[in-house]
């Protein structure tokens, strides 16, 4: 499954056009401009499976790192300043590391 047949292409353009400058990128903002805050939970749950590369139930750091590359594979990796700001934004439980309940929450909130 591709994040492109849960999300309308176009608005995953638009996203990361938004943020292609280093330092600009805002998960919340992005999560609204593609069009994942209008998704039912299974839909962003399909979401979340897809950006756990590594399928642990988890995006690690260096998963979130590549965030913006499973939307695109053209588009930039995240700067160390970003991956660690959307970390400490969703990770709740502070186990570094966000679960799929985390990422739901961030993204409706």
């Known amino acids: ?10 608005a995953i353009d638009s996203a ?11 998960p919340k903002k992005f999560f609204q401009m593609c069009g994942l805050t209008k998704k039912s939970p299974q839909e962003v749950k399909k979401v ?8 642990s139930g988890f995006i690690e750091e260096e998963e979130l790192k590549f ?5 695109s594979p053209g588009a930039r990796v995240l700067t ?3 991956t660690k700001a959307f970390l400490c934004a969703a990770d709740d439980d502070s186990d ?14």
């Not at 979340?48 to 399928?55: H, S």
């Not at 570094?96 to 909130?109: L, N, T, W, Y």
């Open 96 to 109: 570094g590391r966000i679960g799929v309940d985390e990422f739901q929450a961030m993204v409706v909130s």
């Open 16 to 26: 990361i056009k938004d943020c292609q400058a280093p330092d600009s990128f805002c």
């Open 80 to 82: 160390d300043t970003e």
């Open 1 to 10: 499954m591709s994040l492109s047949s849960i999300l309308s292409a176009d």
């Open 48 to 55: 979340f499976g897809i950006l756990d590369n590594d399928g």
């Open 67 to 71: 965030f913006l590359q499973r939307f």
